[in-house]
């Protein structure tokens, strides 16, 4: 196999073990909260009555609860967390919002080719809608229309590049080698295109926390750890969440509960937990910046298969995420997978083969959680116990903007309203399980090996990978 260029210019081990001296192991998003955003909250105790309840305290929950006040403002919401609001993927992403309903358009061209032209304008809608919410509700959660950029830094991925371009989708520009490190300064970039129109920057932590404070502003009852133990429908009508403490009684349930097991058991074979990690610099000087660039501010993921992003905070911090994905054997969600030093040294050492420049920057937080992967890359849809309950997950780390919509396709169901969503292939349909295990480990950790391979060879897919492709189960990391 070749090499790929951050084997080839490889920094030296000095530069990465400096940069990493002082790091804490630590989400900056949630440190980044003032104390106004991080209220402590009741737990449930004893016996409470809704409307509806949702289980889950991040962007999918916290987006259902909004938008189920605006159908109904009488309506009695209750939001139950485990932990605290936003504390999983929400409050730990990259705070990419893109505008993709189906994890980018190959995926979705692939799955549902003919209602491709209604999925983007859905996800054009949904996107307008976030960056509206702040002005509409009085939000800052530090949104920015940056689009996102793509850079080409192995040659074979320039033909790509030029391939996407000439479809000649509106926003989409073309970056040569010297337009593409005009725009950011790195010497790896080969080419690029910038998408400009279909992605946004958010602050994660802030988003979730916005979301929860206008969410009781509106009436909405929201209760921190408090874990939910049963999924009950003792009558006719209605459905009881458990708690270790109390329970809800509500009319309708909506399960937001993402990578973390869920409720329904048809479901639980439905995601697999990947763990990805993050480096979050300090914030740069003006000297830093001006030797980078970047002064369009976009999200930047490049086009391997073990792919990094990257972006620039408000206060001018560099997250550096991506490249290992990290499946751990019984689909396990556990704190001690969040410390994987080899991964973060890797980061970091990519890190300075896309900026040299930066030589002695150090980082300040390392942090990792668990994505939750379906087998059709995209979140999935539907409803349980005579369509009291309905549930969506699968977001495979790009639900940051698709939560919404899937909140509404939520309420859509639990009403059995024929919408626009509803009546969606994407919707209606559910995506093959994962096998169990331990299938399922040697699945995942065989296509993550080929998928290396692939990258270390021009990008051509083995036999394994052209199959799961065939079968519509393709995988990135």
């Not at 485990?82 to 992403?93: C, D, E, I, K």
């Not at 002695?360 to 939750?372: E, N, R, S």
């Not at 639900?399 to 209606?428: N, P």
């Not at 093959?432 to 399922?440: D, K, Q, T, V």
Request: aromatic share 10%; glycine share 8%; with cysteine.
């Amino acid at each position: 196999m070749g090499t790929t260029v951050f084997e080839r210019q490889r920094p030296a081990a000095s530069v990465i073990s400096h940069a990493l001296s002082s790091t804490v192991a630590s989400v900056f998003w949630r440190d980044d909260l003032p104390p106004e955003l991080r209220p402590d909250r009741p737990t449930v105790s004893g016996a409470h009555r809704a409307d509806l309840v949702i289980v889950g305290g991040g962007y999918t929950g916290l987006w259902t609860a909004l938008l189920a006040t605006e159908r109904d403002p009488d309506a009695r919401i209750v939001v139950v967390e485990a932990q605290r609001v936003g504390w999983a993927a929400s409050g730990r992403n990259g705070g990419f919002c893109e505008a993709s309903l189906t994890h980018g358009h190959e995926n979705g061209q692939a799955r549902w080719p003919n209602e491709m032209p209604t999925l983007k304008r859905l996800g054009l809608e949904n996107l307008d809608a976030i960056e509206a919410a702040e002005s509409r509700y009085g939000m800052d959660f530090h949104f920015e229309r940056t689009g996102m950029l793509a850079p080409a830094v192995e040659p074979h991925e320039v033909e790509w590049l030029q391939e996407w371009a000439a479809e000649g989708e509106d926003g989409v520009v073309y970056l040569d080698q010297a337009e593409a490190q005009a725009s950011v300064h790195s010497p790896t970039y080969l080419a690029a295109v910038w998408e400009k129109r279909t992605c946004g920057m958010v602050h994660p932590a802030r988003l979730a926390a916005e979301l929860a404070r206008v969410c009781e502003e509106r009436g909405v009852q929201i209760f921190e750890r408090s874990r939910v133990t049963g999924l009950e429908t003792p009558g006719t009508s209605g459905v009881t969440v458990v708690t270790d403490r109390g329970r809800v009684d509500a009319s309708r349930a909506v399960l937001a509960t993402n990578v973390f097991p869920s409720l329904i058991k048809r479901n639980r074979l439905m995601t697999v937990p990947v763990y990805d990690y993050v480096l979050m610099t300090e914030p740069l000087s003006d000297e830093q910046l001006a030797s980078i660039g970047w002064r369009d501010r976009q999200g930047i993921g490049d086009l391997a298969n073990q792919f990094h992003y990257y972006r620039i905070s408000k206060d001018n911090r560099i997250l550096f995420g991506g490249y290992d994905a990290i499946y751990h054997y019984g689909r396990k969600v556990r704190p001690e997978y969040e410390n994987r030093p080899e991964s973060f040294e890797k980061l970091a050492s990519h890190f300075f083969t896309t900026f040299p420049q930066l030589e002695g920057l150090h980082f300040t937080h390392k942090w990792a959680g668990a994505i939750d992967t379906s087998t059709q890359f995209t979140a999935f849809f539907g409803t349980a116990r005579d369509r009291s309950v309905a549930y969506a997950a699968g977001f495979t780390g790009l639900g940051v903007g698709s939560t919404r919509f899937a909140g509404e396709v939520m309420l859509d169901l639990l009403d059995g309203a024929a919408t626009e969503r509803t009546e969606l292939e994407m919707v209606r349909k559910r995506p093959l399980p994962f096998p169990p295990e331990p299938a399922a480990a040697i699945g995942i950790n065989a296509t993550r090996w080929s998928l290396n391979r692939a990258d270390h060879n021009q990008g051509r897919r083995n036999l394994l990978l052209k199959t799961l492709d065939a079968l519509g189960l393709g995988f990135d990391s």
